[in-house]
């Protein structure tokens, strides 16, 4: 079993800050990536930012929307991702949801999924 559990969402006023953790857990030889995803309400679900942790050099990338105001950081030894999230504007609003591809002890691959954490901005 792996686990995947985000936290630091909330109220924050335009042009605030955001401090989103992802910690995956459980059986767990490598973890390929992790990502964080949004949902606004009545849209779909889109990539907000990847990290490739374990590769060397330039391992992240963001969507176009986010780019100069979110950074995406790991914490390898944790299997731990945090999206600092700054200047935040009220299309920032929705569900932010973490996944985690990783590779098992038993090299079977997965891609699991948070529970999600809800950011609100609003004045």
């Known amino acids: 079993q792996v686990q995947v559990v985000e936290s630091g969402g909330g109220l924050v006023q335009p042009g605030g800050s955001l401090r989103l953790s992802c910690a995956a857990s459980g059986d767990i030889t490598t973890i390929t990536s992790m990502s964080w995803y949004r949902q606004a309400p009545g849209k779909e679900r889109e990539l907000v930012a990847k990290i490739l942790p374990e590769a060397p050099g330039i391992n992240t990338m963001y969507a176009d929307t986010v780019k100069g105001r979110f950074t995406l950081s790991s914490d390898n030894a944790k299997n731990t991702v945090v999206l600092q999230m700054n200047s935040l504007k009220p299309e920032d609003m929705a569900v932010y949801y973490c996944?985690?591809?990783?590779?098992?002890?038993?090299?079977?691959?997965?891609?699991?999924w948070g529970q999600g954490t809800l950011v609100t901005v609003s004045s």
């Open positions: 996944n985690a591809d990783v590779l098992r002890r038993d090299f079977s691959h997965s891609i699991v």
